[in-house]
């Protein structure tokens, strides 16, 4: 084992005392493990490595490795070398003896670890019934295609026109998917220059944020609605307002005249699945050009309509005043993992995000960008929009279907092309006791008050999706969730 950088430096200040190298040795390599430089089940140099590379006998480095041993700090493990003893309570590796966690809070300029979050299991695969929204089905995900694609997308001319640094362009060929397959389907019709790939919709709506949001300048989000939306937007300025929704969506009243900047999500609101109505859409529209305001529109159900072809067009296509930024996603349609978005805007719009993407990460990665504009143009999207809608029509109208009998106390709501319902439970409920009760009999829903500024108003609510669930296992899941609300669990 060759002796690296590191572990010349953890030695360099050791005193060469010959009477006392092998304490020396021992000494510094113990306060490197309980201080947690090296990690439980680090193997650590061989003792002819160490010898050679500080210039001492072999002889004083396998003292001190066997005092280690004897101090349960160390373990030989035979044909293999000497291990770090796995042992609890040690700090982890790389803590070291620094500043400590109280010392880097002060050092913070925002604290995001204490914001409210999201959070699902990340082995929720593992559970038999995953009733979660924005996780997938792998059974779902077209795997031959798209292996088709990569391979196609990794060939030697391929690689040499994709491999390079593209400063801060996107790839020229799924620029080109999206002004001519995809975004048509939406009824939006742009130009290459109009357009920047995003690593999700997540990234568009943060660099919106940076981009569109001032110390001081009045911004609206829906209230239900994304949290971390509300959150990137609390981080940036000190305006802002819970527009006022109602049945179906964003009301275009004088809070909503009042913003500069408004954040919503008239396809599928966000939580509740409601579907703006065109009239309401045209409204939002002409208050927005009268009052000046900027409407990001998070489409982040784009594409995939359960229902096929009752979508309504969406507010960018809608837009004769250029007020309407639009952001986009492949994750609910392919898979989360892919982390390909993008944002429909004006040229002067997408001129500064190019600059400002640059300055964070240059350009994602222009491989996958490739592989995915292979498979729009192969038509392998659009026949798995058309397998995937066929089979979570299937899973809506079961859960639909079987909700009024098994949850028979809750109301529920899921407008057209939704991939989750909305449900509010019976008076008393805590959702988030629910969702405790409910992980324990292996099922796992979503709690409600997270989408609330007040999160005392989503108490009764929870959200259950269908994408992440095979069709057999929706009525035994439900099943058991209606069996934890009779008995009173939540």
């Not at 784009?302 to 004769?320: F, N, Y």
């Not at 066929?390 to 009998?405: C, D, G, H, K």
């Amino acid at each position: 084992m060759q002796i690296d950088t590191a572990w010349r430096l953890l030695f360099g200040g050791m005193e060469r005392d010959p009477q006392g190298l092998s304490s020396r040795v021992r000494g510094i390599i113990a306060e490197a493990i309980e201080t947690g430089l090296l990690a439980p089940d680090m193997r650590v140099p061989s003792s002819r490595s160490l010898a050679e590379a500080l210039g001492i006998s072999r002889n004083t480095v396998n003292a001190a490795y066997q005092q280690l041993i004897d101090d349960g700090l160390l373990v030989s493990r035979e044909r293999s070398g000497f291990f770090v003893v796995a042992t609890e309570g040690r700090p982890a590796a790389g803590q070291g003896a620094g500043e400590g966690p109280d010392g880097w809070a002060a050092r913070f300029a925002i604290r995001p670890s204490q914001m409210p979050q999201i959070t699902k299991p990340r082995n929720w695969m593992d559970y038999p019934y995953p009733f979660l929204f924005g996780q997938f089905d792998p059974g779902l995900f077209p795997t031959n295609p798209w292996r088709e694609s990569v391979k196609a997308a990794s060939s030697v001319q391929e690689i040499t026109r994709w491999a390079r640094d593209m400063i801060d362009d996107d790839d020229p060929d799924l620029l080109d998917q999206l002004c001519h397959k995809v975004l048509p389907r939406r009824g939006i019709f742009a130009g290459p220059g109009e357009i920047i790939i995003t690593i999700g919709s997540q990234h568009a709506l943060s660099m919106l944020v940076q981009l569109l949001v001032g110390r001081d300048t009045p911004v609206g989000v829906e209230n239900p609605g994304y949290p971390d939306v509300r959150h990137m937007v609390g981080m940036a300025t000190a305006d802002m307002r819970a527009l006022t929704c109602d049945v179906h969506g964003v009301v275009p009243d004088g809070v909503f005249a009042s913003r500069r900047v408004a954040f919503v999500t008239v396809g599928h609101q966000c939580p509740t699945t409601a579907v703006m109505p065109v009239g309401r859409r045209r409204d939002l529209l002409d208050a927005a050009s009268r009052h000046g305001v900027v409407l990001v529109e998070d489409d982040y159900e784009s594409d995939l309509s359960v229902e096929g072809d009752a979508d309504l067009p969406c507010l960018k296509s809608l837009d004769r005043a250029n007020r309407v930024i639009y952001t986009g996603s492949f994750s609910k349609v392919l898979a989360p993992g892919l982390r390909i978005g993008y944002v429909v805007a004006p040229k002067p719009v997408v001129d500064e995000l190019r600059v400002l993407r640059r300055l964070m990460l240059r350009h994602p990665p222009t491989n996958n960008q490739r592989s995915l504009a292979t498979f729009i143009q192969l038509g392998h999207y659009r026949q798995h929009l058309r397998r995937t809608a066929t089979i979570l029509r299937e899973r809506a109208e079961r859960i639909a279907e079987l909700l009024p009998e098994l949850l028979p106390g809750c109301r529920f709501r899921r407008d057209f092309g939704a991939k989750s319902f909305w449900i509010e439970g019976p008076p008393g409920i805590d959702s988030r006791d629910l969702v405790r009760a409910a992980r324990e009999q292996g099922v796992l829903i979503e709690a409600g008050d997270i989408f609330f500024v007040d999160p005392a108003e989503g108490r009764r609510h929870f959200r259950l999706g269908f994408t992440s669930i095979a069709t057999h296992r929706i009525e035994p899941g439900l099943r058991r969730l209606g069996a934890l609300l009779r008995n009173g669990a939540a």
